[in-house]
């Protein structure tokens, strides 16, 4: 079956940075579009960056030139590489797989930037 397991996550302060994996497995990972996803408290679930199976990438305007996904093909991983990190990240950050109608979610990790 197709899993994703997200890991990383953690306190760190403002400013600081964090990197973020999903290791997935049940699928052939190279064709799939991979995405990150966040939800914070009592708010809806965002996409927060996408990466194509050939690697191109989209991120939302709140994280554009902080954020950074990529991708190993080889070791079946999806990154997100997080700088100058903002109270307003704080998140449960969920990786995303899809291909047409297929698509599953990892169960989260969760990010808390505070001083």
């Known amino acids: 079956q197709m899993q994703l397991v997200e890991s990383g996550g953690g306190l760190v302060q403002p400013g600081g940075s964090l990197r973020l994996s999903c290791a997935a497995s049940?699928?052939?990972?190279?064709?799939?579009?991979m995405a990150w996803y966040r939800q914070a408290p009592g708010k809806q679930r965002e996409l927060v960056a996408t990466i194509s199976t050939v690697g191109s990438t989209n991120y939302a305007d709140s994280v554009k030139e902080r954020f950074t996904i990529s991708r190993d093909n080889s070791k079946n991983t999806v990154y997100l590489q997080m700088n100058s990190l903002k109270p307003e990240d704080t998140a449960v950050y969920y990786c995303?797989?899809?291909?047409?109608?297929?698509?599953?979610w990892g169960q989260g990790t969760q990010v808390t930037v505070s001083s």
């Open positions: 995303n797989c899809r291909r047409g109608p297929v698509a599953s």
């Open positions: 049940g699928f052939t990972f190279s064709n799939y579009v």
